[in-house]
């Protein structure tokens, strides 16, 4: 059965603080991870990975993905207020293009 | 660009009583809209896939008369809970696949509408 797993499931920092999260997948026909930042309502895009090794950044945010031991992290670097969302790794398959499948997510919470 | 709108936001209505919620896709042409579940403190969970034009496909374990998808234009796709009940009190939220979008994954997503069956 396919299956994205993300940890922690919830993580306290304070500003300033660098934190990573991670996900994890076993899905057959891999085609790409995505990773979405939820606050209050629905998710937001962050980044499509579909090749290893290959950072993408945003601002403070970046993420890597390695296809040989299946994971990728998500880095927030100096972490602000604002950050502190529910961040959802998801992976689609190569057979079916649209389907997404989401991981639990980790709630991530940072404090003055 | 690439904007999704749900309607309604938040929704309270009485058990038995059947609601209707629209995702619209505002700036482009959205050949395919998903619909998703959240429970509280969980992720999302594929409802259904709903395709312009044809049947949607839903996953296993979805009533599809329970949840009555229409996709009738290219920008537009409803979810109808009917007969709800509490337990079908949750968030929904919808996103849509741009038409000229290169590869999986490219879904953007609707703020979602919270219902409440009272």
């Known amino acids: 059965e396919d299956k994205v797993v993300q940890s922690p499931l919830s993580l306290v920092v304070h500003e300033g603080d660098t934190v990573t999260l991670n996900c994890s997948y076993e899905?057959?026909?891999?085609?790409?991870l995505l990773w979405y930042k939820q606050e209050k309502k629905a998710p937001t895009f962050l980044f499509m990975l579909t090749s290893s090794g290959i950072e993408k950044k945003s601002g403070r945010l970046s993420s890597i993905l390695d296809k040989k031991e299946l994971f990728s992290i998500l880095n927030i670097t100096a972490t602000q207020t604002g950050d502190s969302a529910v961040y959802l790794c998801?992976?689609?398959?190569?057979?079916?293009?649209?389907?997404?499948?989401f991981g639990t997510g980790t709630r991530l919470q940072v404090f003055p | 660009g690439a904007v999704v709108s749900q309607h309604p936001s938040w929704v309270i209505c009485k058990s038995g009583t059947s609601v209707k919620i629209e995702c619209r896709s505002l700036d482009f042409q959205a050949t395919t809209m998903f619909w998703y579940r959240q429970f509280p403190k969980q992720s999302l969970m594929l409802m259904a896939t709903?395709?312009?034009?044809?049947?949607?496909?839903?996953e296993q374990g979805v009533e599809k008369d329970k949840f009555l998808i229409n996709h009738a234009s290219l920008t537009l796709s409803t979810l109808t809970v009917t007969s709800a009940h509490p337990e079908d009190s949750s968030f929904y939220i919808c996103?849509?696949?741009?038409?000229?979008?290169?590869?999986?994954?490219?879904?953007?997503f609707g703020p979602g509408t919270r219902l409440t069956v009272l």
């Open positions: 709903s395709n312009e034009g044809s049947k949607a496909t839903y």
């Open positions: 996103s849509a696949r741009a038409q000229t979008s290169g590869g999986a994954g490219t879904q953007y």
């Open positions: 899905v057959t026909n891999f085609r790409s």
């Open positions: 998801a992976v689609g398959r190569s057979y079916n293009t649209d389907k997404l499948i």
